[in-house]
């Protein structure tokens, strides 16, 4: 069974208001960035590497908040999700470490549990906040440097992540 890390980048926080400008898969050592202009072509290419990679287990940080949105963004463009349920049992390492029900509380980001793990985060890294501005910038004035951060950002999310997975597996608190 193939297990990918996945994460997003998208234009806020509502799947009924924004969309999607990144999508990141890690599958062992191979990172596959994923973005275009049109979201239907993105996500349609998102379905397809899934199904090419033979990805059956998704695995992520918060991955509640991302599989909502291609969930409901696919609807929105009337995309079929092929083998939908499978997918129902993703690994959501967020929920994992906040205990049952995964509520947000202070410190229960990304960085903030790989700080506590020692896994790297650059003082200047940027940060999902920043995501919006930085496709607008790329998508109104062809901005290819705040395109570059996009990419950049989502590739570090997705080793922070995988990191974060196998310390996770390594120290019992996911089987595989």
């Known amino acids: 069974m193939a ?95 906040n205990g049952s029900g995964g509520q947000y509380r202070k410190g229960t980001k990304l960085v903030d549990y790989c700080r506590f793990l020692g896994i790297d985060v650059p003082e200047d890294d940027a940060n999902g906040s920043e995501i919006p501005e930085l496709w607008e910038k790329f998508e109104e004035e062809g901005d290819e440097e705040a395109k570059r951060k996009i990419c950049e950002h989502l590739k570090r999310d997705l080793e922070r992540t995988w990191e974060l997975y196998k310390i996770l597996v390594d120290c019992g608190l996911i089987e595989e």
């Open 3 to 97: 297990k990918a890390i996945i994460d997003i980048e998208t234009t806020g926080l509502n799947p009924m208001e924004h969309r999607i400008v990144a999508i990141g898969v890690k599958l062992g050592d191979r990172d596959i960035i994923l973005m275009d202009e049109s979201e239907y072509y993105l996500l349609v290419n998102f379905w397809d590497t899934v199904e090419k990679e033979g990805i059956e287990k998704i695995i992520g940080f918060n991955i509640d908040f991302d599989w909502q949105f291609l969930k409901l963004r696919s609807l929105y463009h009337r995309l079929k999700i092929k083998h939908f349920r499978k997918y129902q049992g993703r690994v959501d390492l967020r929920q994992i470490l």
